[in-house]
């Protein structure tokens, strides 16, 4: 991968949220927050049985344009023992959260490339997180760089 504009949307350390916010109006729609079921590779990523778990999904948007999609995997004892901040998002990045306190701890992080359905190759990552030993993931693909 030699494009550089990709790279530093693929290796940004700090809050995706903050870098769309800085150079565009920033807007997060909420496409999906609900308790249900992973798939099955989910579990295995955070090494957790499969269970009932909160599966947020948002589209970041800068200047009205999508530029990330999320999917965030939050097992209810995640929520419930580790930031009860987590079961309760609603319209706010999960960025937010995780960058405003220490108690977050990045474990890992792969990325891969995808052919969204218009063809285009896109990049995106996943990262994992344990808050108070608790596990919980977040899949960010980046529409528009």
Not at 65 to 71: D, F, G, H, L, M
Request: hydrophobic fraction near 35%; charged fraction near 25%.
């Amino acid at each position: 991968l030699k494009d550089q504009k990709i790279l530093n949307w693929l290796y940004e350390e700090g809050s995706i949220t903050s870098k769309i916010s800085s150079t565009a109006d920033f807007k997060l729609k909420v496409l999906n927050d609900a308790l249900g079921k992973a798939e099955p590779s989910e579990y295995q990523d955070i090494n957790i049985e499969p269970q009932t778990i909160r599966i947020r999904e948002v589209v970041l948007y800068g200047d009205d344009e999508p530029v990330v999609y999320a999917r965030s995997i939050i097992p209810l004892l995640t929520s419930n023992k580790g930031y009860s901040g987590l079961g309760k998002i609603g319209n706010k990045p999960l960025g937010d959260l995780i960058f405003q306190s220490k108690s977050f701890i990045k474990t890992d992080r792969f990325f891969a490339k995808f052919k969204a359905s218009n063809g285009e190759i896109v990049w995106g990552r996943k990262t994992y997180y344990l808050i108070k030993g608790y596990p919980f993931s977040i899949m960010e693909v980046f529409l528009a760089t």
